[in-house]
Each structure stands twice: as structure tokens, then as C-alpha cells.
């Protein structure tokens, strides 16, 4: 059965994740489950490995790697769960459907795909500004995961406005597809923009947009931001208030984005504010 799955941490807006998650199972009407990955990176912080180690140091070495490595386990596994915890009973405070909870040791991309086919939104916490970069774990989960997903990275706000960036790419038509025939947030105003500096294909790109929306019966705003910089799109953002920003991801080749910088890791490392992408 298909689930909202929201991937949480001790870091990264968890509790905002969880309002998110549940507001997206209530409108959907999907179950919800928490999920809490633990990565065995160890590094040993206290052995000072300088210099030459002598035969009869090894053991006592090896000992301290091992419980040192140990206790850093129970403590993240300890967290985890009481995270898992604490956000269940938030999320049955106004969750309508069932909520689980799931704790994975190992890599964060790798079991979050083998999940992929059971997953109908995915819900991340991330921290997006000049300060902390995102993190790779996070590019490579947008870059292969076939699924919404929604970058969490402020406080919950009820949304009530949600800006759609088109470009008529692949990504951007799933993604219009998807949130049109099955809304991940009802009752919102959507405006959709396009970034161009040739007015007629834009316009000719909106309409496109709004066809797809109005075969679902529903209502949109069009507009043009005759540029193709994603400072421009996140100015419009902002001084129009939109909540949540959605948009196809990664559209160029990694070639191409080495030489040109992405589009889609200029706009996260700089919106403040939730933002859907779909791969």
C-alpha cells in the first residue's frame, strides 16, 4: 500500500516535517510513516593515531575503535527512537490515518530507493542557506527517486499559496501531471511562472500549464518573469508570499551542470521556504 513517508532527523526542522507529512496524508488520504536511517560513518575522535604504533598498542587500540564505535551506535539508535517517539504522538494529534515508524541502519539514498515503489510523497527536513550547503545525500535522493518530494527547511505555515515554476522540461510536466490529477495540497492558490526571456514561447509554455491544471478543474494565474536567473524566481517568490515553491529538478545533464552550475541547487541553497520537486 502507498504511504507518505517522511525521512526525519535530530537536525533538520523534524517537527516542521512531521506538520508537513500530515497535512499531506490528510489530504491525500494516505498512511504516514516516519523514517529514521542510521549511517555507521565512524570516526574516532579521542585516539590520537599520530606517530608509529607499537606491536602492543594495536589490541588496546582496536578495543577503544570498537567501543567507542559501540557507544556511538546505542546513543544514535537511542535518539532515533525517541525522535520516532515523540513525533508519532504529534503527528495522531491531527492525523486522520495510520501512522508507523521505521528505523534503518545504513546508507540514507540506498533504502530510501528500495522503498521507492511503496512511496507516494516523500517529506525531507533540510537546512538551505548560504551557511550550510545541501547535502549530497539530498541531491542524489531528488536525482533518482521518481516521486514528489518536499524539501522542508522552515518552521510549518498552513499553505495557502503555491507558486509553480514551468519550463515545459520532462520533469516539469510530471510534476504538473501529478499534482494536478491527485493535489498533494487542496484548497491552496496556485500561480504558475515561467522564467523567459521570449515572451511568445512563454506564453505559449503557460498556457500549455494551465490546460493540464484546467482539465482537473482546476484554477490558476499565469505570469512571466522575462529572465533566466533563479535569483528572479525567488524575488517574485518572496515578494508575493507564496508557502511552498514547486518545480521540476535537475533537468541538464551533470556535464552541463559542472560547466553552467545547477538551476535547481542555485534555487535550494537560497529559498526560504518549502519547496516540491519532482525528478
Known amino acids: 500500500m502507498r504511504y507518505i513517508l517522511c525521512c526525519i532527523d535530530n537536525k533538520n526542522f523534524s517537527q516542521a516535517s512531521c506538520d508537513y507529512a500530515v497535512k499531506i496524508s490528510n ?8 523514517l529514521s536511517i542510521i549511517e555507521h560513518h565512524h570516526k574516532a575522535y579521542k585516539l590520537n593515531l599520530s606517530g608509529n604504533i607499537s606491536l602492543g598498542e594495536k589490541d588496546e587500540i582496536l578495543y577503544e575503535l570498537t567501543s567507542e564505535e559501540e557507544n556511538e551506535s546505542k546513543e544514535a539508535i537511542k535518539n532515533a527512537k525517541e525522535l520516532l517517539g515523540k513525533l508519532k504522538q504529534r503527528a495522531q494529534e491531527n492525523c486522520k490515518n495510520k501512522i508507523e515508524t521505521l528505523l534503518i541502519h545504513g546508507e540514507v539514498v540506498e533504502n530510501i ?12 527536513g533540510i537546512r538551505t542557506n548560504v551557511e550550510h550547503a545541501i547535502g549530497q ?20 505555515i498552513e499553505p495557502k499559496n503555491l507558486l509553480v515554476a514551468y519550463n515545459g522540461s520532462n520533469e516539469s510536466i510530471k510534476l504538473l501531471l501529478e499534482t494536478s490529477s491527485n493535489p498533494i ?22 498556457e500549455e500549464a494551465k490546460n493540464i491544471y484546467e482539465k482537473n478543474q482546476i484554477e490558476v494565474s499565469t505570469h512571466t518573469i522575462k529572465s533566466e536567473n533563479p535569483k528572479d524566481l525567488i524575488e517574485y517568490f518572496e515578494t508575493n508570499n507564496f508557502d511552498i515553491l514547486a518545480m521540476g529538478a535537475f533537468g541538464h545533464s551533470r556535464f552541463k551542470e559542472l560547466i553552467f552550475g545547477s538551476f535547481t541547487t542555485k534555487i535550494l541553497s537560497n529559498i526560504k521556504k518549502p519547496i516540491l520537486l519532482f525528478r
Open 27 to 34: 489530504t491525500m488520504n494516505l498512511p504516514l510513516k516516519f
Open 113 to 124: 530507493l528500495e522503498l521507492q515503489n511503496e512511496i507516494e510523497v516523500l517529506v525531507i
Open 137 to 156: 545525500n539530498v541531491k542524489e535522493i531528488i536525482r533518482s527517486i521518481h516521486k514528489p518530494v518536499l524539501l522542508v527547511n522552515s518552521e510549518y
Open 185 to 206: 495540497f487542496k484548497e491552496v492558490k496556485r500561480d504558475i511562472v515561467n522564467l523567459n526571456t521570449d515572451s511568445s514561447k512563454s506564453i505559449a509554455l503557460l
